[in-house]
């Protein structure tokens, strides 16, 4: 019944199979986007949804994050991520006014009805080989899956070892997550050092409307060149690696 919910919930959002030959508009995003993850000897970060640690100050700031199906400015988000020898560890800080949240969370599922960040992490570009992903709300809860290419979702399973807290501040939530490396790799996911790890950052930017259903809008750290509004698609996902 679990699955069945989820699925049905995201049929009801998603586009349709007709996305399943769905290709970039342009060559814009040939050259995949680069986020540099600085590794440092030994991370003093705690996992519990506050990104103040002195160490989060040493990281990449990603901000680059926009509306790619939807004209207008998108309001501010921050990524950053860190790793030492043992994990890797990201964080967002996410610039909303209207925080949609499911109060009576029941189920995974319903985060589906949230306003979220997410991670897929994927072996290759295409989506042909299992992908791993976990969407995170302002409470710090999870939606954690694996897929294949078209929109094929596996529900029952879980991030193996993922750690995450959220934080609700005014006008702003912030969520904290880590995984070990060695997680990683037992997933068949390139090493980080590889400069090979395919990820995708996203944000599900919701609001709050006259009806019981919320507006939602999605945001992405590219700008995805596809004509109808999907993340599980290829042309979706950058690339991870090791700062020089």
Same mark, same amino acid.
């Given at each position: ?99 949609? =949240? ?6 995974? @599922?319903? /985060?589906? $009805?949230?306003?979220? %960040? *997410?991670?897929?992490? &994927? ?75 395919? =990820? ?6 919701? @609001?709050? /409307?006259? $009806?019981?259903?919320? %507006? *939602?809008?999605?945001? &992405? ?24």
């Amino acid at each position: 019944m679990r699955t069945l919910v989820i699925v049905l919930a995201l049929a009801a959002t998603a586009c349709n199979e007709k996305q399943t030959a769905q290709q970039p508009k342009s060559a814009k995003q040939a050259i995949q986007k680069v986020y540099e993850v600085r590794k440092l000897p030994k991370l003093e970060i705690t996992i519990d949804g506050v990104p103040d640690e002195p160490d989060w100050k040493k990281a990449n700031v990603e901000k680059g994050f926009c509306f790619p199906w939807k004209d207008g400015p998108a309001p501010p988000t921050e990524f950053r991520a860190l790793c030492d020898a043992e994990s890797l560890y990201c964080c967002f800080r996410v610039h909303d006014e209207d925080i949609v =949240v499911v109060e009576q969370f029941k189920d995974e @599922s319903d /985060a589906i $009805g949230e306003d979220r %960040v *997410e991670l897929y992490f &994927s072996p290759d570009t295409q989506l042909k080989k299992p992908y791993y992903c976990v969407e995170m709300d302002s409470r710090g809860r999870k939606l954690d899956y694996k897929a294949v290419f078209f929109r094929k979702f596996d529900f029952s399973w879980d991030f193996p070892e993922f750690r995450l807290a959220a934080a609700t501040l005014p006008k702003e939530y912030t969520v904290e997550g880590s995984v070990p490396l060695k997680t990683l790799e037992s997933l068949g996911l390139p090493p980080l050092d590889s400069g090979k790890l395919n =990820v995708g950052v996203f944000r599900a930017e919701f @609001s709050h /409307a006259e $009806g019981p259903k919320p %507006v *939602e809008n999605w945001m &992405s750290w590219i700008d995805i060149q596809t004509p109808e509004e999907d993340y599980h698609v290829p042309g979706t996902l950058g690339i991870f690696r090791l700062a020089e």
